[in-house]
């Protein structure tokens, strides 16, 4: 085995496959440039340490389980001018993660809740923090699978250690008192440890009814809005714009609900 065989060969078994496949290149652009050996060699590992980070970050992407990929930037501010884009810039510099506070973004269906979550969970994974989306409902559903596998203290502390919470959809099922007392516990096991944002479609005077207990809801609140950022989106859903059907046939109120416009006795 020639020496630049046996190079290539022990750098594949340490795990250094950017320095294997680049260091033949960059040695003849190392002798070309004059440069010396640890100019070389730090040029060799800086290419393997970029190459490791985009491994880095596409793994936590995986990991956090987003139902797609959002981003801030394409989010269109234009179309849903009651969102504060200043705001969100500010929290996409991710100062809320490093003080474990809380985002909390409420609306109807089809404002732009879910993106903007999912767009601050992406800033924090290319920041190499640890994220996990879920939506509330399969979150309760481990939860409750958990307290039968007697497994609910282990899973607590592994969702505390994150970085953040991302809990998609509060609202749009209620819970029964099992359910919201794990989501109390949940949140108290968070609070001030990992930031959370929730998605709901729920004002904070409807929680009770959410949770099924106003006393409950109301220790929820109140460690969710200690350190919390609170976003309130209103408009028509992104998914049905453009769609509303003309006056007196089938289509939207202007609250959103579907219904029939037409004067016609029901």
Sequence with gaps: ?????????????????RMAELYETEANRAAQMKLSYSGYLNRLVAEELLAKTDRSIKHRLRKA????????????????????ELQIKELAELGFLTASENVLLLGPPGVGKTHLAIGLGVKA????KRVNFVSALALLDELMAAVAIKNLAARL????????????ELGYLPMDKGRANLF????????????????TNRTFNQWGE?????????????????????IAIQGESYRIRGKLKPEGKLGLDRKGAIGDNSTEPK
């Design 210 to 230: 959410v949770l099924g207990d106003e006393v409950i809801a109301g220790a929820v609140l109140d460690r969710l809005l200690h350190h919390g950022h609170i």
């Design 157 to 168: 502390e592994e969702l505390s250690r994150l970085d953040l919470l991302i809990i998609d």
């Design 65 to 84: 389980r987003f139902p797609a990929l959002k981003t801030i930037e394409g989010f269109d501010f234009t179309l849903q001018p009651a969102v504060n």
């Design 184 to 199: 109390f516990q949940l949140v108290n096991r968070c609070y001030e440890r990992t930031s959370i944002i929730i998605s």
């Design 125 to 128: 994974c290319l920041m190499r």
């Design 1 to 17: 085995m020639s020496e630049t065989d046996e190079l290539h060969d022990h750098l594949v078994r340490l795990n250094l496959p």
